[in-house]
């Protein structure tokens, strides 16, 4: 959620600059909004130690 406050000065820049540098700058941040909420986000099926020593050593 903080990482959407960062859309206030791109709106700013857009405003400023031309009207295409504070698209790309809004799609960018977007993409990193989203890509920290996936990498921080709970994972359904972690990955548990238990399953690789049952199967015994990889090839």
Do not use: Q
Request: aromatic fraction near 10%; avoid cysteine.
């Amino acid at each position: 959620m903080i990482a959407l406050l960062a859309l206030l000065p791109v709106v700013l820049f857009g405003l400023g600059r031309t009207w295409w540098a504070g698209a790309v700058t809004f799609v960018n941040v977007l993409i990193i909004t989203y890509s920290l909420y996936l990498l921080l986000s709970p994972t359904e099926n972690g990955h548990d130690d238990h399953d690789a020593t049952e199967h015994g050593p990889a090839p």
